[in-house]
């Protein structure tokens, strides 16, 4: 009974420190015809992975819709 509740206890640590690591992300954003220079810096400060990610391609298709159709931003 001990090793089940010892094993159950590492696995709910485990499990615990994997889901919301918030931390500075970064979006970076470059035009992908001509020189593939990067336009347009973006901190996501205090923010989960899966936030930023959102947030950044959120952000690809703003410029996409507007003066870069060629946008790529990515998550740094």
Request: glycine residues 6%.
């Amino acid at each position: 009974m001990k090793r089940l509740l010892f094993s159950a206890s590492i696995a709910a640590v485990f499990a615990l420190g994997m889901t919301s690591c918030k931390k500075d992300y970064h979006c970076d954003c470059k035009d992908t015809t001509g020189t593939g220079s990067i336009f347009e810096t973006t901190t996501y400060p205090n923010t989960g992975l899966v936030d930023a990610q959102k947030a950044c391609k959120d952000r690809q298709s703003l410029w996409q819709n507007t003066t870069h159709p060629a946008a790529q931003c990515t998550i740094i």
